[in-house]
């Protein structure tokens, strides 16, 4: 099966810093990999997507990487902000096809003013 | 543009009730999603369908049955609650094709006594 680990435990960081939230994922490596924002009482909202073959990804304050030969990918809030507080959720898509995603469990992001 | 919208909201149910979630979107999308989110589990598939009509297994199909009259509606059934199923439920929908994100509602919260 297709893994997708997030650590669990709450980030805690302060305004102004670079946050870094990790995904890694088993087995073979997806052909993109995608990271939503859900704030409480709300669904996820999609952010980024990374494909494979780019190591990079930039949107605003946001960027992603992706890691192949560590099968993982890393998600940076530069300047963070307490708006930028939220659980952020990595996804890949399911083998066999793309009709399906595997979400991991969400990395709670903190900023403190 | 309402994007995804789920009703009802909330919901409390006692154990062996029935009941009907509603997803309704209005982008168009093909394909719609159920999924229940969990403390520490994160979101399962539950059932999806990639068409007017037709439905398919997700992660955690057991108690739970579907169907896609219309493309742009979704229902969720739970024939005879049970304890096991209070959680929150969350409806997403997307274009086909690869890399297409994922588009959810706000969810529904659903307690079983």
């Known amino acids: 099966s297709q893994k997708i680990e997030q650590n669990s435990e709450a980030l805690n960081i302060q305004e102004g810093k670079t946050a870094t939230l990790t995904c890694n994922y088993t087995?073979?490596?997806?052909?993109?990999l995608q990271w939503y924002r859900q704030d409480p009482g709300r669904g996820p909202v999609f952010l980024l997507l990374?494909?494979?073959?780019?190591k990079e990804k930039r949107k605003e304050r946001l960027k992603v990487t992706f890691d192949t030969t560590l099968k993982q990918s890393l998600f940076h809030i530069t300047a963070s902000q307490p708006a930028d507080s939220a659980t952020y959720l990595c996804?890949?898509?399911?083998?066999?096809?793309?009709?399906?995603?595997?979400f991991g469990i969400g990395t709670k992001l903190q900023v403190i003013p | 543009n309402a994007g995804v919208t789920q009703t009802p909201k909330f919901r409390v149910l006692k154990t062996g009730q029935s009941m009907t979630l509603l997803c309704a979107q209005d982008?168009?999308?093909?394909?719609m999603y159920w999924y229940r989110q969990d403390p520490g589990m994160g979101l399962r598939l539950i059932h999806y369908?990639?068409?007017?009509?037709?439905?398919a297994k997700g992660e955690v199909p057991d108690g739970y049955n579907v169907s896609r009259l219309k493309k742009q509606n979704f229902l969720l059934g739970l024939e005879s609650a049970a304890p096991s199923q209070t959680s929150v439920y969350f409806c997403?929908?997307?274009?086909?094709?690869?890399?297409?994100?994922?588009?959810f509602g706000d969810g529904t919260r659903l307690s079983i006594l």
């Open positions: 369908s990639v068409g007017e009509g037709t439905t």
């Open positions: 982008m168009n999308h093909e394909y």
């Open positions: 087995n073979y490596s997806p052909a993109y």
């Open positions: 997403a929908s997307r274009d086909p094709g690869e890399n297409q994100p994922q588009h």
């Open positions: 996804a890949r898509p399911n083998s066999g096809g793309y009709q399906k995603v595997t």
């Open positions: 990374i494909r494979e073959n780019e």
